[in-house]
Protein backbone atom coordinates (compact mmCIF):
# COMPACT_ATOMS: atom_id res chain seq x y z
CA UNK A 1 0.00 0.00 0.00
CA UNK A 2 1.06 3.62 -0.67
CA UNK A 3 -0.41 6.91 -0.02
CA UNK A 4 -0.04 9.87 -2.49
CA UNK A 5 -0.15 13.03 -0.23
CA UNK A 6 -0.44 16.57 -2.81
CA UNK A 7 -0.16 19.00 -0.35
CA UNK A 8 1.67 22.18 -2.71
CA UNK A 9 -0.68 24.88 -2.29
CA UNK A 10 1.12 27.73 0.09
CA UNK A 11 -2.59 27.63 2.03
CA UNK A 12 -3.44 31.75 1.20
CA UNK A 13 -6.52 31.67 2.77
CA UNK A 14 -4.82 31.17 6.18
CA UNK A 15 -1.86 33.79 5.55
CA UNK A 16 -0.28 35.18 7.50
CA UNK A 17 0.54 32.05 9.21
CA UNK A 18 1.41 30.13 5.77
CA UNK A 19 3.87 32.80 4.97
CA UNK A 20 6.34 30.44 6.86
CA UNK A 21 4.67 27.18 7.61
CA UNK A 22 2.53 25.50 4.79
CA UNK A 23 -0.54 24.71 5.34
CA UNK A 24 -0.48 21.04 6.13
CA UNK A 25 2.60 21.60 8.76
CA UNK A 26 0.64 23.86 10.46
CA UNK A 27 -0.03 22.54 14.39
CA UNK A 28 -3.76 21.16 15.31
CA UNK A 29 -3.26 20.66 19.31
CA UNK A 30 0.90 19.83 18.89
CA UNK A 31 0.16 17.92 15.69
CA UNK A 32 0.64 19.16 12.26
CA UNK A 33 -2.59 19.05 10.12
CA UNK A 34 -0.59 16.10 8.02
CA UNK A 35 0.33 14.41 10.55
CA UNK A 36 -2.85 13.99 11.90
CA UNK A 37 -4.33 12.52 8.31
CA UNK A 38 -1.18 10.18 7.88
CA UNK A 39 -2.13 8.60 11.08
CA UNK A 40 -5.82 8.27 10.69
CA UNK A 41 -4.94 6.85 7.22
CA UNK A 42 -2.45 4.02 8.25
CA UNK A 43 -4.64 3.16 10.88
CA UNK A 44 -7.43 2.41 8.34
CA UNK A 45 -4.73 0.09 6.23
CA UNK A 46 -4.52 -3.61 7.55
CA UNK A 47 -1.55 -3.81 5.41
CA UNK A 48 1.61 -2.42 5.61
CA UNK A 49 1.95 1.00 3.72
CA UNK A 50 5.09 1.03 2.35
CA UNK A 51 5.40 4.68 1.44
CA UNK A 52 4.18 8.41 1.77
CA UNK A 53 4.90 10.43 -1.48
CA UNK A 54 4.06 14.31 -0.71
CA UNK A 55 3.99 16.45 -3.16
CA UNK A 56 5.16 19.80 -2.04
CA UNK A 57 5.62 23.13 -3.26
CA UNK A 58 9.04 25.07 -2.46
CA UNK A 59 8.99 24.14 1.03
CA UNK A 60 12.44 24.07 1.89
CA UNK A 61 14.62 21.25 3.38
CA UNK A 62 13.05 22.03 6.97
CA UNK A 63 9.78 21.09 5.85
CA UNK A 64 10.72 18.12 3.46
CA UNK A 65 12.83 16.65 7.14
CA UNK A 66 9.83 16.73 9.15
CA UNK A 67 7.68 15.54 6.49
CA UNK A 68 10.17 12.58 6.09
CA UNK A 69 9.88 12.10 9.99
CA UNK A 70 6.28 11.85 10.34
CA UNK A 71 6.48 8.78 7.22
CA UNK A 72 9.16 7.13 8.88
CA UNK A 73 7.45 7.44 12.21
CA UNK A 74 4.34 5.59 10.84
CA UNK A 75 7.18 2.93 9.59
CA UNK A 76 7.15 3.51 5.82
CA UNK A 77 9.75 4.60 3.42
CA UNK A 78 9.30 8.55 2.61
CA UNK A 79 9.49 10.36 -0.78
CA UNK A 80 9.36 13.83 -1.66
CA UNK A 81 8.37 15.05 -5.04
CA UNK A 82 8.03 18.69 -6.82
CA UNK A 83 4.91 20.63 -8.31
CA UNK A 84 6.53 23.62 -9.46
CA UNK A 85 3.13 24.72 -11.47
CA UNK A 86 -0.41 24.80 -10.09
CA UNK A 87 -1.75 23.04 -13.11
CA UNK A 88 -4.44 20.50 -10.90
CA UNK A 89 -4.79 17.72 -8.87
CA UNK A 90 -4.01 15.73 -11.67
CA UNK A 91 -0.84 17.04 -12.38
CA UNK A 92 0.07 16.81 -8.94
CA UNK A 93 -0.39 13.28 -9.18
CA UNK A 94 1.68 12.97 -12.07
CA UNK A 95 4.79 14.76 -10.33
CA UNK A 96 5.08 11.40 -8.27
CA UNK A 97 4.21 8.76 -10.62
CA UNK A 98 7.74 6.46 -10.10
CA UNK A 99 5.94 6.14 -6.81
CA UNK A 100 2.84 5.09 -8.20
CA UNK A 101 1.83 1.37 -8.17
CA UNK A 102 -0.34 -1.21 -7.13
CA UNK A 103 -2.60 -0.36 -4.32
CA UNK A 104 -3.14 3.43 -3.11
CA UNK A 105 -4.77 5.84 -1.10
CA UNK A 106 -4.41 9.29 -2.56
CA UNK A 107 -5.24 11.74 0.16
CA UNK A 108 -5.25 15.76 -0.34
CA UNK A 109 -3.77 17.43 2.96
CA UNK A 110 -5.99 20.12 3.63
CA UNK A 111 -8.63 18.45 5.93
CA UNK A 112 -9.11 16.45 8.68
CA UNK A 113 -11.63 13.37 9.22
CA UNK A 114 -13.15 10.63 11.56
CA UNK A 115 -14.25 7.50 10.27
CA UNK A 116 -17.14 5.19 11.48
CA UNK A 117 -15.50 3.36 14.12
CA UNK A 118 -15.99 -0.13 12.39
CA UNK A 119 -14.83 1.00 8.98
CA UNK A 120 -11.63 -1.23 7.21
CA UNK A 121 -10.47 -0.44 4.00
CA UNK A 122 -12.04 -2.76 1.44
CA UNK A 123 -9.28 -3.26 -0.44
CA UNK A 124 -11.14 -5.69 -3.02
CA UNK A 125 -13.11 -2.93 -4.46
CA UNK A 126 -11.58 -1.04 -7.47
CA UNK A 127 -11.99 2.42 -5.38
CA UNK A 128 -13.40 4.16 -3.39
CA UNK A 129 -14.53 7.84 -3.01
CA UNK A 130 -14.88 9.24 0.07
CA UNK A 131 -17.56 11.92 0.33
CA UNK A 132 -20.22 13.85 2.63
CA UNK A 133 -23.34 15.53 1.93
CA UNK A 134 -23.28 19.57 1.39
CA UNK A 135 -24.88 22.69 1.31
CA UNK A 136 -23.21 23.78 -1.70
CA UNK A 137 -22.19 21.77 -4.34
CA UNK A 138 -20.86 24.06 -6.72
CA UNK A 139 -18.03 24.28 -4.56
CA UNK A 140 -17.04 20.35 -4.94
CA UNK A 141 -16.30 17.81 -7.23
CA UNK A 142 -19.33 15.55 -6.57
CA UNK A 143 -20.50 12.16 -7.66
CA UNK A 144 -23.93 10.43 -8.74
CA UNK A 145 -24.54 7.01 -7.95
CA UNK A 146 -26.74 4.40 -9.88
CA UNK A 147 -29.60 2.00 -8.36
CA UNK A 148 -27.22 -0.53 -6.94
CA UNK A 149 -24.51 2.30 -5.05
CA UNK A 150 -21.93 2.58 -7.67
CA UNK A 151 -20.38 5.65 -8.87
CA UNK A 152 -22.29 6.26 -12.27
CA UNK A 153 -20.46 9.59 -12.46
CA UNK A 154 -17.81 12.54 -11.29
CA UNK A 155 -18.82 16.16 -11.83
CA UNK A 156 -15.92 18.85 -11.24
CA UNK A 157 -17.97 22.10 -9.36
CA UNK A 158 -21.09 22.04 -11.12
CA UNK A 159 -22.73 25.18 -11.29
CA UNK A 160 -26.34 23.31 -11.94
CA UNK A 161 -27.34 20.95 -9.33
CA UNK A 162 -26.49 17.11 -10.65
CA UNK A 163 -25.59 15.92 -6.72
CA UNK A 164 -24.77 16.98 -2.77
CA UNK A 165 -22.74 14.40 -2.24
CA UNK A 166 -19.07 16.39 -2.20
CA UNK A 167 -15.56 14.61 -2.51
CA UNK A 168 -13.49 15.36 0.51
CA UNK A 169 -10.28 14.38 -1.23
CA UNK A 170 -9.52 10.64 0.08
CA UNK A 171 -9.23 7.76 -2.98
CA UNK A 172 -8.36 4.18 -2.75
CA UNK A 173 -7.53 2.58 -6.14
CA UNK A 174 -6.52 -1.27 -6.54
CA UNK A 175 -4.89 -1.05 -9.43
CA UNK A 176 -2.61 2.22 -9.29
CA UNK A 177 -0.58 1.25 -12.54
CA UNK A 178 -4.10 2.01 -14.46
CA UNK A 179 -4.27 4.94 -12.39
CA UNK A 180 -1.09 6.07 -13.82
CA UNK A 181 -2.01 5.73 -17.24
CA UNK A 182 -5.02 7.82 -16.92
CA UNK A 183 -3.29 10.56 -15.58
CA UNK A 184 -0.83 10.40 -18.50
CA UNK A 185 -3.69 10.27 -20.96
CA UNK A 186 -5.35 13.39 -19.89
CA UNK A 187 -1.76 15.26 -19.78
CA UNK A 188 -0.93 14.05 -23.13
CA UNK A 189 -4.21 14.80 -24.98
CA UNK A 190 -4.65 18.16 -22.58
CA UNK A 191 -7.87 17.45 -21.57
CA UNK A 192 -9.13 20.15 -18.96
CA UNK A 193 -11.78 21.18 -16.71
CA UNK A 194 -12.05 24.20 -15.28
CA UNK A 195 -8.90 25.05 -16.99
CA UNK A 196 -6.60 22.10 -15.38
CA UNK A 197 -6.24 18.98 -15.27
CA UNK A 198 -8.62 17.05 -12.47
CA UNK A 199 -8.30 14.25 -10.87
CA UNK A 200 -11.96 14.01 -11.10
CA UNK A 201 -11.31 13.33 -14.95
CA UNK A 202 -8.71 10.75 -14.60
CA UNK A 203 -11.74 8.63 -11.86
CA UNK A 204 -14.56 9.43 -14.65
CA UNK A 205 -11.97 7.93 -17.41
CA UNK A 206 -11.57 4.91 -14.99
CA UNK A 207 -14.98 4.38 -14.78
CA UNK A 208 -16.40 4.75 -17.99
CA UNK A 209 -13.32 2.00 -18.81
CA UNK A 210 -15.26 -0.26 -16.51
CA UNK A 211 -13.93 0.77 -13.11
CA UNK A 212 -16.75 -0.05 -9.75
CA UNK A 213 -16.34 2.43 -7.89
CA UNK A 214 -17.70 3.13 -4.61
CA UNK A 215 -18.75 5.68 -2.14
CA UNK A 216 -17.14 5.91 1.46
CA UNK A 217 -18.18 8.03 4.00
CA UNK A 218 -16.94 9.86 7.44
CA UNK A 219 -18.57 11.01 10.87
CA UNK A 220 -16.90 14.41 10.82
CA UNK A 221 -15.17 16.40 8.17
CA UNK A 222 -13.41 19.13 9.39
CA UNK A 223 -11.94 21.79 7.24
CA UNK A 224 -8.52 24.07 8.12
CA UNK A 225 -8.66 26.14 5.29
CA UNK A 226 -9.17 29.58 7.26
CA UNK A 227 -8.93 31.16 10.94
CA UNK A 228 -12.25 30.06 12.09
CA UNK A 229 -12.14 26.61 10.24
CA UNK A 230 -9.10 26.19 11.63
CA UNK A 231 -10.30 27.21 15.48
CA UNK A 232 -13.29 25.24 14.85
CA UNK A 233 -11.26 22.09 13.99
CA UNK A 234 -8.75 22.69 16.68
CA UNK A 235 -11.67 22.42 19.14
CA UNK A 236 -13.21 19.27 17.57
CA UNK A 237 -9.38 17.30 18.19
CA UNK A 238 -9.49 18.53 21.56
CA UNK A 239 -12.58 17.05 22.52
CA UNK A 240 -11.59 14.13 20.86
CA UNK A 241 -8.33 13.74 22.17
CA UNK A 242 -9.54 14.28 25.79
CA UNK A 243 -12.43 11.76 25.15
CA UNK A 244 -9.74 9.42 23.95
CA UNK A 245 -8.23 9.72 27.38
CA UNK A 246 -5.00 11.29 25.26
CA UNK A 247 -2.45 13.18 27.39
CA UNK A 248 -2.77 16.66 26.45
CA UNK A 249 -0.78 18.55 28.82
CA UNK A 250 2.98 17.88 28.58
CA UNK A 251 4.55 16.77 31.88
CA UNK A 252 7.30 19.74 32.06
CA UNK A 253 5.16 22.80 32.05
CA UNK A 254 5.27 25.46 34.58
CA UNK A 255 2.00 26.20 36.09
CA UNK A 256 2.38 29.57 38.65
CA UNK A 257 -0.98 30.26 40.32
CA UNK A 258 -2.61 29.23 37.00
CA UNK A 259 -5.45 27.65 36.33
CA UNK A 260 -6.08 25.32 33.11
CA UNK A 261 -9.58 24.47 31.81
CA UNK A 262 -10.15 21.09 29.88
CA UNK A 263 -9.98 20.17 27.07
CA UNK A 264 -6.37 21.91 26.66
CA UNK A 265 -3.04 20.87 24.84
CA UNK A 266 -0.53 22.90 26.81
CA UNK A 267 3.47 21.43 25.16
CA UNK A 268 6.62 20.94 26.17
CA UNK A 269 8.49 23.63 28.44
CA UNK A 270 5.31 26.08 28.15
CA UNK A 271 4.42 28.16 31.53
CA UNK A 272 1.50 29.61 32.64
CA UNK A 273 1.59 32.47 35.36
CA UNK A 274 -1.16 33.89 36.84
CA UNK A 275 -3.38 33.00 33.97
CA UNK A 276 -6.67 31.10 33.35
CA UNK A 277 -6.56 29.10 30.11
CA UNK A 278 -9.25 27.25 28.66
CA UNK A 279 -11.48 25.45 27.46
CA UNK A 280 -10.71 24.80 24.05
CA UNK A 281 -7.43 26.50 24.04
CA UNK A 282 -4.15 24.85 22.63
CA UNK A 283 -0.49 26.16 23.63
CA UNK A 284 2.56 25.22 21.34
CA UNK A 285 5.89 24.57 23.44
CA UNK A 286 7.94 26.86 25.01
CA UNK A 287 5.53 29.83 24.58
CA UNK A 288 4.66 31.73 27.99
CA UNK A 289 1.42 32.99 28.94
CA UNK A 290 1.38 35.84 31.77
CA UNK A 291 -1.43 37.67 33.36
CA UNK A 292 -4.11 36.35 30.94
CA UNK A 293 -7.32 34.93 30.23
CA UNK A 294 -7.36 32.33 26.81
CA UNK A 295 -10.66 30.47 25.82
CA UNK A 296 -11.27 29.23 22.41
CA UNK A 297 -7.84 29.87 20.67
CA UNK A 298 -4.68 28.33 19.26
CA UNK A 299 -1.06 29.86 20.38
CA UNK A 300 2.10 28.39 18.68
CA UNK A 301 5.49 27.62 19.73
CA UNK A 302 7.75 30.37 21.21
CA UNK A 303 6.00 32.77 21.50
CA UNK A 304 4.36 35.32 24.53
CA UNK A 305 1.10 36.66 25.38
CA UNK A 306 1.24 38.84 28.21
CA UNK A 307 -2.03 40.60 30.08
CA UNK A 308 -4.09 40.39 27.23
CA UNK A 309 -7.68 38.17 27.32
CA UNK A 310 -8.34 36.68 24.01
CA UNK A 311 -11.02 34.46 22.43
CA UNK A 312 -11.53 32.82 18.88
CA UNK A 313 -7.48 34.11 18.43
CA UNK A 314 -4.94 32.55 16.14
CA UNK A 315 -1.52 33.61 17.49
CA UNK A 316 1.69 32.39 15.25
CA UNK A 317 4.87 31.69 16.05
CA UNK A 318 7.48 33.32 18.20
CA UNK A 319 4.91 36.48 18.56
CA UNK A 320 4.77 38.67 21.57
CA UNK A 321 1.06 39.89 22.15
CA UNK A 322 0.54 42.42 24.64
CA UNK A 323 -2.52 43.96 26.27
CA UNK A 324 -5.83 42.63 25.43
CA UNK A 325 -6.86 41.78 22.18
CA UNK A 326 -9.90 39.84 20.97
CA UNK A 327 -11.05 37.49 18.57
CA UNK A 328 -6.93 38.24 17.15
CA UNK A 329 -5.48 36.89 14.11
CA UNK A 330 -1.27 37.11 14.84
CA UNK A 331 0.99 36.00 12.44
CA UNK A 332 4.66 34.40 12.89
CA UNK A 333 7.35 36.75 14.35
CA UNK A 334 4.84 39.78 15.22
CA UNK A 335 4.38 42.29 18.09
CA UNK A 336 1.76 43.94 19.16
Not at 24 to 49: F, H, N, S, W, Y
Not at 219 to 234: P, R
Request: glycine share 8%; with cysteine.
Amino acid sequence: MRIIVPMAGRGSRLRPHTLITPKPLIPIAGKPIVQRLMEDLVALCEEKVEEIAFIIGDFGPQAEAQLCHIAERLGARASIWQQDQPLGTAHAIWQARQSISGKCIVAFADTLFTFPPNFRLDTQKDGLIWVKQVEDPRQYGVITLDEAGVVQQLVEKPQEFVSDLGILGIYYIKDGDWMKEEVAYILEHDIKDKGEYQFTTVLDNMRAKGARLYPATVTEWMDCGNKQALLETTRKILALEAEKGHALISDDIQLHNSLIIPPCYVGKGASLTNSIVGPYVSIGAHTQVVQSVIRDSAIREHSCVENAVLSSALVGMHAHCKGEALALDMGDYSRI
